[in-house]
């Protein structure tokens, strides 16, 4: 479920909802739900020819559904009716749920069939189309997730909706068919009120996506970090409480605002988060990898699903704490969350996958699935696979106990009685002490057994794949994969990161358009790119640079943001559109203005465009990147803490750059040692490039003249370290080019 968002609870929109909501569910006679039927008969819709894995899951429902498009909109228009719009994704457990539960009900099916046109939307491949509509849940209800169903008047204006819906009355919580039955009933008794109130509430929320362009106060800097503060849980790390996201775009923000004026505060609320998120049952203890979120405040208890841009964004968040401290267990958090992409997300072709299911059959049970089966162990199975003499250090380590550590209210499914999730409850040290051996021979012994579970592990059924390339996430994941590669000297994640850019380059762009799509599944691209495809693959493209000194990847970054600012650019306010105006269907144009699971693709954008800018001294970049963030002004002014990356961007403009230049032959032993100094500290607001002598230096210079004369001085490899283009001495001393590493201006 998202966060609440209180900024689009205006009490005039709450007040227009509460019409329709009071007469849906005020009519006598509730109809009750019915238990799911026996599926004795195959079905057929709509759905049938998507490549979506998550329309296609819903492809043989007996609900009648079809795909976002003019075929549905005209059906509704034509007959008049209402439409029942759900939207989910792939590895959403509770979207799972309602398919089984109502969505494969015959007798639910015949009333959404016989009253509503049905139209289901995988979130994924359409987020214009669910960022209007969570728009409206936000706003109606005060809190929004997945699956969402909302319920439309015949030309896509939203007059009432919910999250998940039992199939029949439980409590409170009215039942789907009850829902469905009193919807009907209103609209066919007064269809005219509701498109009164649905039109109202759709004016009322397109204003509010139109933004309130001000000037950010530099204050507001400290502000985000107070709200951060105010959040943060003091005792488990993290901010708020249960159920406890990660949220790495915050902790990238305090990571660069502890560098302004040294706040250590920031930096320790960064950290202490880090350790308990790694120490957690949210991270994969044997196989690497992050859980979606904990449902609990001390991260023991995940919500099993593995998605891609998690693992991009926390592989980083990791890696820049490692860079600060050099503390080699954020390194190793780094490559094993790495490594667990490269092993279960890698497409053949090089793309990454985009998600594991929470969900997958029990062991030994081919009928019956639960969320987390392939995670959870029972202290009999360890003791079983380990023996006596290694179980019980193992136990004691990772927390196993015999009656489970799954709290019952957090055992969704009813079937983890007695299990466990893996977290490390005891340190290694202390594991060490109590069984009275030396750290490194229980670490190895701890290694052995881990990698003794992780094989079984593997022979249990595996949690299905979204098995769907989408654009924005590998252009994170280039991110991560780059940026690891030459911090943490590991190769192989520079040739996955090129791999993948190529596959992306083959299979969704036009060499001759300058265009992307989102998706690549079952063979095929399809759906125009976003602003979010733009923005981070343009993000991935430049660390990609920055890793490889390849210029291929600077010149198609380029190419990508002039793209970017013809499609989606507002020439009235600044900042730009989430989608362009290629789907005449959209409400009203969008810009998200919330950095949350991901960040907004303004807020990368923006700083995308401060580093164009300073690769290139192209003022129009950042003319465009102040404009940008100054579109958000009002908000970031109001509640700095709803976009972090933002906030980071706006760091990064009133900082002072620093353009580093390396002179040297590229893979000269004395060149790497000058970049390694480079790669092995924290130094955001700062670009790096290389001067190789050759034809890289003079395509570079067509755009940063300074950088023509740049030469290695007596034959050694030489830094160039450079304020707004005003550079030092140049030397080839690494003990000066650490110190001037070491003091950054602000």
Known sequence: MLNVSERFRACCINRLYAVVAATVFSLSGIAAGQKNAPAALKYTNHLMHE???????????????????????????RENKPIFLSVGYYTCHWCHVMERESYSNPHIAAIVNRDFIAIKVDREERPDVDGVYIRFLEATTGGAGWPMNVFLTPDLRPFFGGTYFPPVDRGNLPGLPSVLTNIAAEWQK?????????NNLTRQLGAYSSGKVATVELSTLETAYHEMRGDYDATNGGFGGAPKFPRPVAL???????????????????????????????????????HRYATDAAWRVPHFEKMLYDQSQLALAYLHAFQITHNNAYAATTRDTLDFVLREMRSRGGGFYSALDADSLLPGNSQQSGEGAYYVWSAAQVKELLGSANAPAFQYRYGVQPEGSVPEQQDIDGKMRGMNVLYQQHSLAATASYFKTSEAAMGQQLDRNRKQLLLTRTQRPHPPVDSKVITAWNGMIISALARSSRVLHEPRYLQAAQQDALMIKTHLYSSGTGRLKRRYSLGTAEVDGFLSDYANMIQGLLDLYEASFDLRWLDWALRLQGTQDSLFWDSKQGGYFTASASDEHLLWKDRDAYDGAEPSANSVAAMNLLRIWQMTEDDTARGRAVKTISVFGGQLNGTPESMPAMMSAYDALNSVQRQIVIAGAPQAADTRQMLDLIWQRYVPNSIVMLADQGAGQKELARRLSFIATMRPKNGKATAFICQNYVCNLPTNDPEVVARLLDNPPR
Request: negative net charge.
């Open 51 to 77: 490549k979506s894995p998550y329309l296609l899951l819903h492809a043989h429902n007996p609900v009648d559904w079809y795909p976002w498009g003019e075929e549905a909109f005209a059906k509704a228009r």
């Open 252 to 290: 990238e923000y305090l990571m660069r605002y502890s560098l302004r004026g040294k706040n250590k505060d920031a930096l320790d609320m960064t950290l202490h988060t880090l350790d308990a998120m790694g120490n957690g049952g949210m991270h994969d203890q044997l196989g690497g990898g992050f």
């Open 190 to 198: 007064d269809h005219e009120k509701i498109l009164d109130t649905a």
